[in-house]
């Protein structure tokens, strides 16, 4: 079955970097869909960062190129880096995956959650 399981998290200053890793099992990680996603306390979850096969990516704007998603096929994990952190960026971490749709693109709908890791941004 899928198993996602995040690594990397932690607490850190404000202005600093930290890079997340999934570590992917139980389905053809080259050819999904993934994905990285955070909640805050007491807000919902929201998308961070998308890749796709082809290894197209997709941020949401207010992010300002602040995070950089990459994938490694040959082992099965997903990474992403997080620059210039701010306490705003304080949240749990979840790694997400979806099979694509016919003809291999994808609506990053995603179905399958790793446990999630925390980040804290201290001022």
């Known amino acids: 079955q899928v198993h996602l399981e995040e690594s990397g998290g932690g607490s850190v200053q404000a202005g600093g970097s930290v890079t997340l890793s999934c570590a992917a099992s139980g389905y053809p990680f080259s050819g999904w869909c993934m994905g990285w996603l955070r909640q805050a306390s007491g807000k919902a979850r929201e998308g961070v960062a998308a890749?796709?096969?082809?290894?197209?990516?997709a941020y949401p704007d207010s992010l300002e190129g602040r995070f950089i998603v990459s994938r490694d096929d040959a082992k099965n994990i997903l990474y992403l880096r997080m620059n210039r952190l701010e306490p705003g960026d304080t949240a749990v971490y979840y790694c997400a995956t979806v099979s694509p749709l016919r003809g291999g693109s994808c609506a990053r709908d995603f179905v399958y959650y790793g446990q999630g890791t925390q980040v804290t941004v201290s001022p």
């Open positions: 890749i796709d096969p082809d290894g197209t990516t």
